[in-house]
């Protein structure tokens, strides 16, 4: 009696285990034959155009929506993210040229702690019909105090972004996600941060500079990122050189699909420099968006 049964439950487990099996099996089938996926609509960041755009904002921003950039993403040049225009005269032009402007990276260093100024960037960010308004860097910290700091600084901001129907976002460079102390400062600030005050914007060039895997962060905090900016680079004499989207070290098909299914909204080209110019490189960038399928 002891042998049948032995057999009995060996065989069930046996069956167990192929069960088992053919669901992991299928599971990675299913994942592996998800249909592909085209980024539409795509934008960029305008701060790829800086050495063209303050000659000739409005000429240059057409130039963009007809290279098939549907999403703006501005930055403060010296007549200010909307570029010297009202923000209902620049509303009214870009929905001309069938583009929103979504966001804006601003000078929050210089804001942060004068209300007024504050309050006029998220009026016109507003008025203007953008959604996000983004700290740009903040540079690397010497001690988690000045991290601390930065973080209760960011909610404050943050909430006073939100009265006004906007979000308040921080874009990362790679020293964010370089460890002090054997910590990520970028994951401080996502700890440290709340949620409905303060939501973030992943460079996918910085955090592969940083040698951080791109796959783990956005599992562990994909719900914070809201933005992405999609930018490439090749390692030349030991340091970081961007590139045309696709000729680089950055796994696109990889990683801008993991950024979709972490529930990333909006992908943003930027480029900083150029094996020819600004406008060839976007051009480049733009037709490789059209063309994957992630």
């Keep these: 009696m002891k042998r ?4 009995k ?4 487990i046996s069956a167990g285990a192929f069960t088992l099996s053919q669901t992991g099996s299928l599971a990675a089938d299913l994942l592996t034959s998800a249909p592909a996926k085209k980024i539409n609509p795509f934008g960029v960041q305008l701060f790829s155009v800086r050495d063209v755009l303050p000659k000739d904002p409005k000429g240059v921003m057409t130039q963009l929506a007809q290279m098939g950039y549907k999403q703006f993403e501005s930055f403060s040049g010296a007549n200010g993210f909307l570029w010297g225009m ?3 005269e620049i509303k009214s032009f870009l929905d001309g040229l069938g583009v929103k402007m979504v966001s804006t990276h601003f000078n929050y260093k210089a804001q942060a702690d004068k209300p007024d100024e504050l309050k006029k960037s998220i009026e016109m960010a507003h008025d203007a019909g953008l959604s996000y ?3 740009p860097y903040m540079g690397p910290q010497k001690s988690w ?3 601390k700091k930065i973080a209760e600084q960011f909610n404050t901001v943050g909430e006073e972004v939100k009265k006004a129907g906007l979000k308040f976002g921080y874009h990362n460079h790679d020293y964010s996600f ?3 102390d054997g910590k990520l400062p970028q994951e401080y600030l996502l700890d440290n941060t709340d949620p409905k005050n303060v939501m973030f914007e992943l460079d996918l060039c910085w955090i592969d500079v940083a040698g951080v895997d791109t796959a783990s962060h956005l599992k562990k905090y994909g719900k914070r990122y809201e933005l992405c900016h999609v930018k490439d680079y090749t390692v030349k004499d030991g340091k970081p050189v961007q590139n045309d989207i696709g000729k680089g070290n950055v796994d696109f098909k990889k990683t801008l699909r993991i950024a979709m299914d972490s529930g990333i909204k909006y992908y943003l080209v930027e480029q900083e420099e ?3 110019s600004s406008l060839a490189s976007l051009k480049n960038d733009a037709e490789y968006m059209k063309q994957l399928e992630v």
């Design 4 to 7: 049948r049964s032995f057999l």
């Design 9 to 12: 439950q060996s065989g069930l």
């Design 86 to 88: 009202e923000p209902k």
């Design 133 to 135: 308004l983004l700290c």
């Design 145 to 147: 105090d000045d991290w």
């Design 178 to 180: 370089r460890p002090l």
């Design 274 to 276: 150029y094996p020819q």
